[in-house]
Protein backbone atom coordinates (compact mmCIF):
# COMPACT_ATOMS: atom_id res chain seq x y z
CA UNK A 1 0.00 0.00 0.00
CA UNK A 2 1.26 3.05 -1.45
CA UNK A 3 0.60 6.27 0.64
CA UNK A 4 0.63 9.51 -2.02
CA UNK A 5 0.33 13.33 -0.19
CA UNK A 6 -2.97 15.02 -1.61
CA UNK A 7 -3.98 18.68 -2.31
CA UNK A 8 -5.86 19.13 0.72
CA UNK A 9 -2.94 17.30 2.71
CA UNK A 10 -1.01 21.02 1.64
CA UNK A 11 -4.18 22.70 2.73
CA UNK A 12 -3.91 21.19 5.91
CA UNK A 13 -0.07 21.95 6.36
CA UNK A 14 -0.68 25.20 5.57
CA UNK A 15 -3.86 26.12 7.76
CA UNK A 16 -1.56 24.88 10.51
CA UNK A 17 1.13 27.17 9.78
CA UNK A 18 -1.43 30.00 9.48
CA UNK A 19 -2.84 28.98 12.85
CA UNK A 20 0.85 28.84 14.35
CA UNK A 21 1.60 32.52 13.82
CA UNK A 22 -1.29 33.24 16.32
CA UNK A 23 1.01 31.76 19.10
CA UNK A 24 4.34 32.95 17.53
CA UNK A 25 3.55 36.63 16.57
CA UNK A 26 6.44 37.32 13.94
CA UNK A 27 3.82 37.17 10.84
CA UNK A 28 7.16 34.44 9.14
CA UNK A 29 5.66 31.87 9.45
CA UNK A 30 2.30 33.21 7.75
CA UNK A 31 4.04 33.15 4.42
CA UNK A 32 5.28 29.12 4.68
CA UNK A 33 1.52 28.57 4.48
CA UNK A 34 1.16 30.23 1.09
CA UNK A 35 3.59 28.26 0.20
CA UNK A 36 1.65 24.79 1.06
CA UNK A 37 -1.16 26.73 -0.79
CA UNK A 38 0.74 27.00 -3.82
CA UNK A 39 1.41 23.28 -3.95
CA UNK A 40 -2.01 22.75 -3.00
CA UNK A 41 -3.02 24.59 -5.78
CA UNK A 42 -0.59 23.05 -8.15
CA UNK A 43 -1.55 19.30 -7.18
CA UNK A 44 -5.20 20.78 -7.47
CA UNK A 45 -4.57 21.24 -10.70
CA UNK A 46 -4.04 17.54 -11.56
CA UNK A 47 -0.12 18.23 -12.01
CA UNK A 48 1.73 15.20 -10.95
CA UNK A 49 4.88 16.04 -9.11
CA UNK A 50 6.81 13.90 -7.10
CA UNK A 51 7.78 14.35 -3.22
CA UNK A 52 10.75 15.82 -3.43
CA UNK A 53 9.46 18.28 -6.02
CA UNK A 54 6.65 19.45 -3.46
CA UNK A 55 8.80 20.38 -0.94
CA UNK A 56 11.28 21.91 -2.85
CA UNK A 57 9.01 24.51 -4.43
CA UNK A 58 6.86 25.01 -1.02
CA UNK A 59 10.58 26.11 0.00
CA UNK A 60 11.56 27.87 -2.76
CA UNK A 61 8.13 29.88 -2.78
CA UNK A 62 8.06 30.52 0.99
CA UNK A 63 11.35 31.83 1.28
CA UNK A 64 10.04 34.00 -1.99
CA UNK A 65 7.53 35.15 0.06
CA UNK A 66 9.00 35.83 2.79
CA UNK A 67 11.42 37.95 1.17
CA UNK A 68 9.27 39.81 -0.44
CA UNK A 69 7.12 40.79 2.35
CA UNK A 70 10.31 41.75 4.60
CA UNK A 71 12.07 43.96 1.47
CA UNK A 72 9.44 45.68 0.08
CA UNK A 73 6.39 45.59 2.18
CA UNK A 74 6.69 45.25 5.90
CA UNK A 75 9.07 48.70 5.64
CA UNK A 76 5.97 50.54 3.30
CA UNK A 77 3.47 49.31 5.87
CA UNK A 78 5.44 50.97 8.86
CA UNK A 79 4.57 53.56 10.94
CA UNK A 80 6.18 57.14 10.35
CA UNK A 81 4.05 59.69 12.06
CA UNK A 82 5.74 60.48 15.73
CA UNK A 83 3.06 59.48 18.03
CA UNK A 84 4.18 57.44 20.80
CA UNK A 85 7.39 59.70 20.89
CA UNK A 86 5.69 63.15 22.53
CA UNK A 87 8.48 64.27 24.42
CA UNK A 88 10.73 64.48 20.68
CA UNK A 89 7.58 65.84 18.52
CA UNK A 90 6.39 69.00 20.92
CA UNK A 91 9.84 70.08 22.17
CA UNK A 92 10.20 73.37 21.21
CA UNK A 93 7.04 73.99 20.02
CA UNK A 94 5.18 77.46 21.10
CA UNK A 95 1.95 78.66 22.59
CA UNK A 96 0.43 81.74 24.55
CA UNK A 97 -0.22 81.62 28.02
CA UNK A 98 -4.38 82.23 28.41
CA UNK A 99 -4.15 81.36 32.20
CA UNK A 100 -1.80 81.98 34.39
CA UNK A 101 -0.37 79.77 37.09
CA UNK A 102 -1.69 80.84 40.40
CA UNK A 103 -1.55 79.63 43.84
CA UNK A 104 -2.46 76.22 44.35
CA UNK A 105 -3.24 76.11 40.32
CA UNK A 106 -1.57 75.74 37.08
CA UNK A 107 -1.37 77.84 34.55
CA UNK A 108 -3.16 76.99 30.70
CA UNK A 109 -1.35 77.53 27.43
CA UNK A 110 -3.08 77.48 23.90
CA UNK A 111 -0.68 76.36 20.71
CA UNK A 112 -2.42 77.13 17.16
CA UNK A 113 -2.04 73.94 16.06
CA UNK A 114 -2.78 71.27 18.14
CA UNK A 115 -0.44 69.20 20.21
CA UNK A 116 -0.84 65.03 20.24
CA UNK A 117 -4.49 66.41 19.31
CA UNK A 118 -5.19 69.04 21.64
CA UNK A 119 -4.76 72.74 21.31
CA UNK A 120 -4.86 73.89 25.44
CA UNK A 121 -2.60 71.88 28.12
CA UNK A 122 -2.06 72.91 31.83
CA UNK A 123 1.34 73.91 32.10
CA UNK A 124 4.06 74.14 34.81
CA UNK A 125 7.00 77.18 34.38
CA UNK A 126 9.86 77.61 36.76
CA UNK A 127 9.88 81.49 35.67
CA UNK A 128 6.86 83.91 36.86
CA UNK A 129 4.56 84.15 33.47
CA UNK A 130 1.78 86.34 32.47
CA UNK A 131 -1.55 86.51 30.00
CA UNK A 132 -0.42 86.64 27.42
CA UNK A 133 3.19 85.55 26.97
CA UNK A 134 4.90 83.27 24.88
CA UNK A 135 6.24 80.24 26.50
CA UNK A 136 8.24 77.01 24.43
CA UNK A 137 7.85 73.31 25.91
CA UNK A 138 10.46 71.55 27.11
CA UNK A 139 9.17 68.36 28.40
CA UNK A 140 6.02 66.27 29.06
CA UNK A 141 4.95 64.89 32.47
CA UNK A 142 2.09 63.00 32.49
CA UNK A 143 -0.52 65.47 31.23
CA UNK A 144 1.21 68.71 32.04
CA UNK A 145 3.79 70.37 30.01
CA UNK A 146 7.03 71.79 30.90
CA UNK A 147 7.97 75.15 29.71
CA UNK A 148 10.22 77.82 29.55
CA UNK A 149 9.70 81.48 29.08
CA UNK A 150 12.58 83.16 26.43
Excluded at 40 to 50: E, F, K, P, R, T
Excluded at 80 to 89: C, P, S
Excluded at 104 to 115: A, D, E, K, M, W
Aim: glycine content about 8%.
Amino acid sequence: MEFAIQYWHWIVFGMLLILAELVVPSFTIFWFGLGAFIIAGLLALSVDISLSWQLLIWALSSTAFTLIWFRFFRPWMQDHTKAGIAREAIRGESGQVIRAPEEGQRGIVRFSTPLLGDDEWEFICSEPVSLGDRVFVLELSGNTLIVEKR
